[in-house]
């Protein structure tokens, strides 16, 4: 297939603190990375880096020959444009991989997600949103603070686990003033902590699970992940929080864990693929965050996940692009791998499982001959 590799460059920020330009131009690496993955499968590929203007890079291609493989997260330096990114594909009739634009709005917004969640019965944690002048509270310490309308634990430090009035106002303000927005406020989930990868569409398939292992850190309330956590390798944070996958739990516990992040995942109406993270607290999978479009890094959860499943970083990208291209109906495009488990699953009557074992997804055939690359508003507390 032709597949343009769609992605945002960064080159300062322009509101919270400055090592968030970490988190932005990792895209940049990622990129390469699916590039190459993706001719390593036999496609043409051809790259776009966007910065301010969407339109005039996408408009000498034609949108009946070219598949685009979404990786822009932002555009103009601005996180909340990123449904904008998914209009201008589908008004120049792109058809791209990953979420729609409703999807990703909803998620970006994280109040509207937790509503989405709990219309469909979903155990997230009670929260209020808050400014510095609209601070009534309702639920008990201690809490978790972070901005309302970002990604990439971006505002999240060790700071953000708050015990008492002052730190909770101390906090909201420093949200309000660094990122210009209100702040989410929620119980703190304390427990074991879960990334879920789960591919698919229809039928959605559950990748093993990736537990933070937090053993390292003996405060409690430090056991989070900070944006030092997930960006900065050197930082105490960062070693502190080593990933285990398999995550080690029982079959109760890791099916209870798997159903909760495939009904998020269908809930929020994500396609293709996506990360659900995850608290258990006394046997209860509390949702934290459903992340459409996530970090596809060759060293991040998603791949990991995919890699302990049997899939290469390759393998992964193709099978992206093979979810976006049956969804599309696009003709000629190779079946997806899970939707050929999907199927072999139903030939024995085993249809009730959602986890893909590891040798489920493993390439079935030599790889085709590579191909040359061608030239807010103030919510009230929700319920548990």
């Given at each position: 297939m032709k597949i343009l590799v769609v992605y945002n460059v960064v080159d300062k920020v322009e509101q919270g603190e400055e090592d968030a330009l970490l988190s932005e131009q990792e895209i940049i690496l990622v990129e390469k990375d699916i590039e190459q993955a993706l001719l390593e499968h036999g496609h043409t590929t051809e790259a776009v880096p966007i910065r301010d203007d969407l339109w005039g890079p996408l408009k000498k291609y034609c949108p009946d020959e070219w598949l685009i493989f979404n990786l822009c997260e932002s555009i103009r330096n601005k996180t909340y444009l990123e449904p904008y990114i998914i209009s201008v594909f589908e008004h120049l009739g792109f058809r791209?991989?990953?979420?729609?634009?409703?999807?990703?709005?909803?998620c970006l917004n994280k109040a509207r997600a937790k509503e989405i969640l709990q219309a469909h019965g979903l155990p997230t944690a009670a929260y209020q949103i808050f400014t510095p002048w609209t601070i009534q509270r309702?639920?008990?310490?201690?809490l978790f603070v972070k901005p309302v309308s970002e990604d990439a634990s971006i505002g999240i430090t060790l700071d953000s686990v708050v015990q008492d009035e002052r730190a909770l106002r101390r906090q909201v303000r420093y949200i309000w003033e660094m990122y210009h927005q209100p702040a989410l406020v929620e119980e703190f989930i304390e427990g074991r902590e879960f990334n879920v990868t789960v591919l698919g569409n229809e039928s959605p398939r559950v990748m093993p699970l990736s537990e933070i292992n937090f053993r390292r850190i003996h405060n409690p309330f430090a056991r989070i992940v900070s944006f030092r956590a997930k960006w900065v390798p050197t930082s105490p944070e960062y070693l502190g929080t080593p990933p285990t996958c398999p995550a080690r739990v029982s079959d109760t516990t890791k099916a209870r864990i798997e159903d909760i992040a495939r009904r998020a995942y269908m809930a929020m109406g994500l396609h293709d693929y996506g990360r659900v993270d995850i608290r258990l607290k006394n046997g209860t999978p509390y949702v934290l965050e459903v992340n459409p479009n996530a970090d596809l890094s060759a060293d991040a959860g998603i791949a990991r996940s995919s890699g302990v499943a049997g899939m290469t970083y390759a393998d992964?990208?193709?099978?992206?692009?093979?979810l976006a291209a049956r969804?599309?109906?696009l003709k000629g495009a190779a079946r997806p791998r899970i939707v050929s488990y999907e199927i072999k699953a139903r030939s024995v009557g085993s249809d009730g499982v959602y986890s893909i074992p590891a040798s489920a997804l493993s390439p079935t055939s030599e790889h085709p001959t590579k191909l040359k690359r061608a030239p807010a508003q103030v919510a009230g507390v929700a319920a548990a």
């Open positions: 791209y991989t990953g979420s729609d634009r409703r999807t990703l709005a909803n309702q639920l008990g310490f201690p992964l990208a193709d099978e992206i692009v093979r969804r599309y109906r």
